[in-house]
Structures are given as C-alpha cells and as structure tokens.
C-alpha cells in the first residue's frame, strides 16, 4: 500500500537507460583517448577517481557514451554487495566514458531525482529487487538491462523527492564527518604510539633495557575447535576475528594479549577477562615486571606481518615471537605510556560507536523516508542529526 500521491513505476517509464562501452574494439576510424568510468569507479553512493584509466574510441562515439551531471550510474554486478550500486555523476571530468559493465540511469527532468533513485537503489528495497531477478554464480551476482529497466521505483511528488534525498544528504554529511574524525584520531594514535616507542627514552632521559618478548611475557597456544569442547557457560571463545562462539575447554582465568599467528596475521588484540583462545592465535599473559596493556601497545607497533613466514599459508612461529628484542623501560613508565595510550583508544572507541550508531539510525530513516512509511520534515531530521 503506498501512501497518498506516490507511485510505483518501471525505471524506463522515467528515466533512459544507457549501456556502456565495450573493450577491445578494433579497427577505429579517427579514434581519440578518452577518460572512462570502470566498475571499480563506482561506489555505493559516491566514486573512486584515484585511477581512472582511458580507453580508445571513434570521435562520432564519444556523444553516445559521454556521462552528463545528474546520470545516475549503477553497476551490472560483482559481488552481492556491489549488485546495483552507483551514485549520482556530478562532473569532475569531461568528457568521461563509462564501460558496458556498468548502466547510466538519465533520469527525466522533473519526474526522477537523481539523488532520490540513487538511495533507493542502494536501500534495502533496491537491494532486494536487483538480487531476487540476479543471475547467481559463487559470491557474485550480475543483472542485465532489462532487469534493469523494469526496476519497480517508488515515486513520490517530485518535491518530495528531492527533500527526502536532502534529509539522507544532512545524515551522510554527519557520516563523512564522523569518519574523517576517526580517520584523524587514528592517525593522531598512531604518531603518539610511535613516539612513545621511538623517542620517549631520549626525551625523558629514561633508562631502557633491551630485553626478548619472551622474557616479559609467556606465550602460549590456542585450541583446536576438535579440542574445544562445547559446555554451557558465559564466556566468548576467541581467535584473530573476534567472538565466534561460546563455551569451550581450557578457559583462560586472566586478560590476555591476541596474536594471530595463522592465515591472516592480525593486528594484537587485548582481552579483558576469562575467554578459550582459538588455535589460529597465540595468547600472551605478563610475567613480573611486564604491564600487560603496554605490552599490546608496544607489540601493536612491531608490524608483525614482517616477520611471518614467505612458504605456504602466512605463519607467525612462537619461537620468532619470544626472540624479538625490544627497548623495555621501568614498570612505572610501562603503567605511565599504557594510560595515555588508553585515553587514545577510548577517544577512538567512542567515534567508531557514533559511528556505527549514525549508520544504524541513516538505514531505518531510509528504510522509513523511501517507502513512504514516514515522511519528511527537515527541521526534526537536522535537529535529530546536531543532538
């Protein structure tokens, strides 16, 4: 049931739909090199124009593929996630080609808004459309022009159109924000968490002893899931991915640091309380001497990739680990570094949590602002987005 004045019309009742150019055509008459858009270009709601590459194509062709302002471009398939993806073109080069693997929508002047179709092919409700018509292989699905073209779009009054694209424009803003404020502060621990490794010695006029990773902590194995057995109880098990179940054997009774060790050789990870490691890790506990939070930090800043081994699948061996000498200072100054460090990731982790949380409230305002099931008012949205 749609609300009061809305519609539900086939994309090319209005809007055209374009296809794209192919590669490697041969025997060109008068051909030019012309930037052009390939699928990698084409995000979920904006464009990645770090490489752009140029293809060749007939003078009296460059019309015929030449994206104006306002095309609306999606993508012919890839990876379930990528099924339908685009975002609106504003221009930034001219002229710019667009490759047949992926479809200019043009919408028609004031019935479309390019901003508004754009999020609703990106909604849950454009998702669910373009993967139930896809055709499926292995973790990739593609759609073809006709599917394309006969694409269900909910149409609202014009206006309305462009005031819901509007509000999920003022909740975007706030995302970009969000993340180039995280981006910072991340970069901002990184250059604290390496001069309080590299220079903070000198600085202070501090004493360091080398020492081996293997005199400050104990390393130990984790267990095979065969090994784990399943039993209620409250706590997480846990490898280089995070929490992947519950309840198991061999219970680690303390805080730990995670290293990945198989696969994927993960950034350290520390663990407050009881857990059962996974045998991709290794779990590192304190001896005398060693502040355990610090020892995180400090292993956080090895780049430990660098030492995996080159055969097979990527390892990290206990040995390669314990032997790694390090500049170790005081306990005191162990317990003065971790505190900044952790005033860092606390400022850190608060921004990923807004961030999650603005993402979460942006999809049910989409949900809701294009399917009708509310409708806008942009003085409660900007007010909802500044709180």
């Not at 901003?115 to 896809?134: E, T």
């Not at 924000?177 to 502060?185: Q, R, V, Y």
């Amino acid at each position: 049931m749609l609300p009061d004045g809305w519609r539900r019309v086939p994309l090319h009742k209005i809007a055209e739909i374009r296809t794209g150019l192919a590669k490697g055509k041969k025997e060109l008459r008068a051909p030019v090199e012309i930037p052009y858009l390939r699928v990698a270009n084409v995000q979920d709601g904006h464009f990645n124009l770090k490489e752009i590459k140029t293809i060749r194509v007939e003078k009296d062709a460059i019309e015929r593929y030449a994206l104006i302002e306002g095309d609306v471009l999606m993508t012919e398939g890839g990876d379930f996630d990528k099924l339908g993806r685009g975002a609106v073109w504003r221009a930034p080069i001219v002229p710019c080609l667009h490759q047949n693997h992926v479809f200019v929508v043009r919408p028609y002047a004031g019935q479309l808004d390019p901003d508004y179709l754009s999020a609703l092919s990106g909604s849950a409700y454009g998702r669910n459309y373009f993967l139930s018509c896809a055709k499926r292989s292995t973790n990739l699905a593609s759609i073809n022009s006709s599917q394309l073209k006969v694409f269900p779009v909910l149409v609202p009054p014009y206006q309305e159109q462009r005031e819901i694209a509007h509000a999920l424009e003022i909740w975007t803003a706030a995302i970009d924000t969000e993340e180039k404020l995280l981006i910072n502060t991340r970069k901002q621990k990184a250059a604290i968490l390496r001069k309080l490794f590299n220079t903070y010695q000198t600085e202070h006029h501090l004493s360091f002893q080398k020492k081996a990773i293997g005199d400050l902590v104990c390393i130990h194995y984790g267990r095979s899931p065969n090994e784990i057995r399943s039993v209620q109880g409250p706590y997480p098990i846990i490898g280089t991915g995070g929490k992947v179940g519950s309840s198991a054997h061999y219970l680690v009774d303390a805080g730990a640091v995670i290293i990945g060790r198989k696969g994927s050789i993960s950034s350290p990870r520390f663990v407050q309380g009881k857990f059962w490691p996974i045998d991709t890790t290794f779990y590192c506990l304190p001896k005398d001497g060693c502040n355990l939070k610090w020892f995180y930090h400090l292993v956080s800043n090895l780049n430990l990739e660098q030492y995996s081994e080159a055969s097979g699948v990527p390892s990290l061996s206990r040995g390669t680990i314990e032997s790694l000498r390090v500049k170790v200072p005081e306990l005191d100054v162990q317990d003065q570094i971790a505190a900044i460090l952790d005033v860092a990731d606390h400022e850190i982790g608060l921004l990923e949590a807004q961030l999650v949380k603005l993402k979460i409230e942006k999809r049910a305002l989409m949900r809701d602002l294009l399917t009708g099931k509310r409708r806008v008012r942009l003085s409660t949205i900007e007010e909802a987005v500044s709180a």
